[in-house]
């Protein structure tokens, strides 16, 4: 997963929490994550029309990966960068970014996988169409000029 | 609020997590009501019947409060006491101390209180048979008389 | 502690976490007291001129306390409002409100003690002079009076 | 990465809190990495004889990993399960699974690496002897051959 900024298409402010930070004073390895789900769910809730309280489609996570490439700490301001990097029928795959406000290269890199499932059931469904569009437009444009061919 | 062992009436362990610990090496002030909140809803649970997925009554926190008189850290083992402070028709408050496991004095005392009210509206209804039955074994015995009554 | 806008002297963005709000779909009780922690030390990092991975002064909590008022989720927007109830030689009484965006009543209210203490022996020590002035700044002024005595 | 629990080979009881489940009623795919981080430390606190408040050499994460398979929700007792599969001379990748009490097959599985750094320079270094003969007990033995050599 490449770490510069323009490799992603959308960024989320983060705030850094005092807690956050561990006993060896940088922000833990497992808040990232917690900022991953933050950014995400934040784009489908504004973009893609989410209702975490009532939406009868909801997404469920079947894995979440990152790669910690320099410590941040609170109080830094931080952003999240994010593209779609696989989109299914009813799964998609965010790429994320966490830079340190105004820095070209990630600090953290990762994915994390969305299953869209029915509420009740847990049982995979097609993604609603709002939120398949917000996602299309994560999708970095993959064709590099076609000049003469 | 006193904070000595023979004051409660129920003990729960609580397992340290390596996030718990901030910056400063010790357990973080927020981590505690996290330890509160556990350790009360545990015993709704387990002996009032409560289940959070499904239950038409839940509890709700208007109040909680935490002094902190010695630092704890990860990985050390502790203990949640409880007892019942004040038990009225639809709410409760629940005096916690939390003890370093083999300790007779609280590291930190709190107290936190419930309201039981209806799932969907939030309006406090009375709290039902089985918690408040549980809740009133955590009732110290106030009757200090010896007299002739 | 009063619940108005108008109460508070400095106001500090807070941002919300999806994992923020637990199984009953509001901001958990024990993540207000995150949002205390987070906006009182970042005004003792940036007006006060503390340094929390260095400084040998640094400020540990005896008693922390809220009042829930009214519930608020994720992915609301909020804004903690500071100001300073009791000022001693060594210890702070913070009065905290958290307020929705654009709201002008407090969600929850709380107070929040520091003391100041050597890092390494966690004995009590006159604040830092920086840190006393940005936290008199914070002091409502409370003689209203302007008449003739 | 297998997930039944036999291909693990130490495990540690983990504690569900209230506030781990999420909106959705399951715990939440952040905090399963904080039960990997308070298993794997917890390891090395009591059998590679870590001290993470003054041990010049600490672990920290370059990348770590999880599948959800099934979801877990408070209050249910759980246990992470351990194995090592890579040991270098600096650096450890930890496998574990996240099973329920009792349960045969994981709940979760997931990869968690540590390189071992000078707590000052944050610069790589070997790891302690005491640690890696710790670490060394959690390889499975991958010798099946039975064969005439």
Redesign the interface.
């Known amino acids: 997963m490449t770490e510069s900024r323009r490799e992603y298409l959308h960024f989320r ?7 956050d ?5 940088h922000v ?4 990232y ?2 900022y991953f ?2 950014a995400v ?2 784009y489908l ?2 973009e893609g029309g989410l209702d ?2 009532a939406s009868t489609v ?1 997404g ?10 320099s ?1 941040v ?3 830094e301001h931080l952003e999240a960068g994010l593209r779609v990097g696989h989109l299914g029928k009813s799964s998609v795959r965010y790429e994320i970014g966490i830079f340190r406000e105004g820095e070209e290269t990630a600090a953290a890199t990762g994915h994390f996988v969305h299953v869209f499932v029915d ?1 009740k059931t ?1 049982r995979p469904v097609p993604m609603p169409t709002q939120i398949r569009s917000a996602l299309e437009r994560l999708q970095p444009n993959t064709e590099t000029s076609t000049g003469t061919r």
Chains 1, 2, 3, 4 share one sequence.
């Open positions: 402010p983060i705030q850094t929490r005092w807690n930070n561990d006993l060896y004073g833990n390895n497992v808040v994550y917690s789900d933050t769910n934040l809730v504004e975490p309280h909801i469920i996570s079947p894995e979440t990966h990152c790669n910690f490439h410590a700490a609170y109080p509420r847990h």
